[in-house]
């Protein structure tokens, strides 16, 4: 028999996320506990739409007792933990009822806790895992201030690892710094370690707050410290040496994060993320039959379990794609397609590789029929991905394939500002100059592209030798009103416009470290590269003497080089080393020189 279930959960001002997280929920439980600690927006009005049970808590800068007050008011036999900014997983509802029919009084039943970090919910992923579920009125509790941890004082308990996964947004950027979490964590932390300095837990969650702010130095000094006295048996042992490996790497201290990796490996053998780590360090090393050998050790060791899971993908997708980047690099295409293709069926959501794929068939010189059609078969829902389609193709300069699956995605449905600029940089790139002006005719200004997509139809009203109307469009333009940045394009377009018409220029920056105006007068240059427009592109070169970035020479031979200009590549990065000493890793290639 089914047993119920009680939502326990203490939120602050979750109006964004709490309506996510309840939708997700609101079938699988039997009542929801919702603990206030002072909102002030529309928390308690949401919980209450959802039928929440709402009490009120004043905060105190502890967790565990804000969580202790949620499981009093529980009155169900078994209870659910969940966190504001969560989401349980639609798909394994059904494991969830499944499990619910068969709970063991002495057990307590940890979910995987999907973690998102970085910008945007994507494949960057940590995995931990969490209890989520115990019973009712049998002795449970909550310890510590802040990343508090389950106990049971009454009665010997279990842990059980579920495949049951809850996602949480909680460490995206945006959330982090919306409600600064960080500034707040930090000195909860650092007060309990006054108190109690033995304790490394703390120091290790400090670390972790220092880290995700990009302080490596300061997170690496409290992991250390939590380090101390290494127990291998605690909980989060694994994840400190893991950490301390991400710390050293992120600070170029490669020599360190190997040997915690040897140290982790000794306790931990089957630890996948290690090796990965380890992989990445020697790919970023150019050592690449080293980095070979630990992504295939990941393959072979597949996805870690229990405390060691940790970083999504490692024994799996992701080992797989640096493996085809590593034969991209090594220009093994024949490999690199396969590990595209295992990358792919092991993920099938991750469309990365697709990019190398179609580099490859271009390299192979495929056919544009069959490049077309091979491409395709990776796809199922048309019209919805024919973006996806052109952008591979634009991304390896099929500017007018790539045009074809827009306008097939046009003709089909409505198409985002997005998509409609992508097809003014697809037209402009194809030689096709009227019908890229005629297109920008119905671009308004609430257009959030509206100033780049101007800039691009001055291109093409220049091109096309109708100075005239290109001034009219730069004069259209109050420079005053325009964003920074946009203000440097804009002056860039004009000194281009001046070059072309042979008009006096002037200098844009004497500032060597000013690299804004650069990126704007490469497009251009390279533009009318593509587009076989060599005399204004000889006068366009002109614009690199109006700025002292010394990289500009190094910038000029990448490009030569990407449109297969290769002696007039080799010669500008000549140039480059000669007169401002500046040279890369890219550029010794172009020259087939092995090391610097």
Request: net charge negative.
């Amino acid at each position: 028999m089914a047993h119920e279930i009680s939502l326990c959960m203490i939120v602050k001002n979750e109006e964004e996320n709490l309506p996510r997280c309840l939708e997700s929920v609101k079938d699988i439980v039997d009542e929801m506990i919702i603990v206030d600690t002072g909102s002030s927006d529309k928390t308690v009005e949401i919980a209450k739409n959802y039928g929440a049970k709402i009490y009120y808590f004043e905060w105190c800068n502890d967790f565990s007792t804000a969580r202790n007050e949620s499981l009093k008011y529980a009155t169900k036999d078994w209870i659910f933990i969940m966190d504001a900014d969560d989401e349980f997983c639609k798909d394994d509802k059904e494991k969830f009822k499944m499990l619910v029919k068969n709970l063991d009084d002495d057990t307590v039943y940890f979910f995987e806790t999907m973690c998102y970090f970085g910008v945007l919910s994507s494949n960057n992923m940590t995995i931990n895992l969490n209890p989520r579920l115990f019973k009712n009125n049998y002795g449970y509790c909550y310890e510590g201030v802040i990343h508090n941890q389950l106990i049971n004082k009454e009665h010997p308990i279990r842990g059980k690892e579920e495949p049951i996964k809850i996602y949480h947004y909680g460490y995206l950027d945006e959330s982090l710094i919306s409600k600064n979490k960080n500034k707040r964590n930090i000195a909860i932390l650092e007060e309990q370690i006054k108190k109690n300095p033995q304790d490394k837990f703390n120091y290790f969650n400090l670390a972790n707050e220092y880290s995700s702010i990009g302080n490596e130095e300061k997170a690496l000094e409290n992991y250390y410290k939590a380090y101390e006295e290494f127990d291998e048996t605690t909980g989060f042992a694994p994840k400190l040496i893991e950490r301390i490996v991400m710390s050293n790497y992120s600070l170029g201290y490669y020599n360190k994060a190997f040997e915690f990796i040897d140290i982790g490996l000794k306790y931990y053998p089957k630890f996948t993320d290690l090796y990965y780590l380890k992989g990445s360090m020697l790919a970023a090393q150019d050592r690449p039959t080293l980095a070979i050998k630990a992504f295939e050790k990941c393959m072979e060791i597949g996805e870690a379990s229990g405390i060691l899971k940790s970083i999504y993908g490692t024994g799996g997708f992701k080992a797989s794609y640096e493996l085809a980047q590593i034969y991209m690099k090594l220009k093994d295409y024949d490999t690199a397609y396969d590990y595209c293709v295992q990358t792919i069926r092991l993920k099938p959501d991750y469309l990365v590789p697709l990019y190398n794929i179609a580099h490859i068939l271009k390299e192979k010189q495929t056919p544009l029929e069959e490049f077309k059609k091979s491409i395709e078969n990776f796809f199922t829902d048309f019209p919805r991905e024919y973006s996806i389609v052109a952008d591979l193709f634009y991304m390896e300069g099929y500017y007018e394939t790539a045009l074809e699956y827009i306008n097939k995605c046009e003709i089909e449905t409505d198409i985002s500002e997005e998509l409609k600029f992508f097809k003014i940089k697809c037209l402009i790139r194809s030689s096709k100059f009227d019908e890229c002006i005629e297109y920008t005719k119905n671009i308004y200004q609430d257009n959030v592209y509206y100033f780049q997509i101007m800039m691009y139809r001055i291109m093409c009203l220049i091109v096309m030798n109708k100075y005239e109307l290109a001034l009219k469009v730069i004069n259209g333009f109050n420079e005053n009103k325009l964003l920074e940045y946009n203000k440097k394009v804009f002056e860039v377009y004009i000194q281009f416009f001046n070059l072309i018409s042979d008009n006096k220029t002037s200098i844009l920056s004497e500032d060597e470290s000013e690299i804004d105006y650069t990126s704007t007068m490469f497009e251009i240059c390279e533009i009318l590269l593509i587009n076989k427009e060599f005399e204004k592109f000889e006068k366009a070169l002109n614009l690199l003497n109006l700025v002292s970035d010394k990289s500009v020479l190094l910038q000029l031979g990448k490009l030569y080089n990407k449109h297969g200009y290769v002696d007039m590549a080799k010669k500008e990065i000549i140039r480059s080393i000669k007169l401002f000493d500046v040279i890369d890793r890219e550029a010794l290639d172009i020259l087939k020189i092995d090391s610097i």
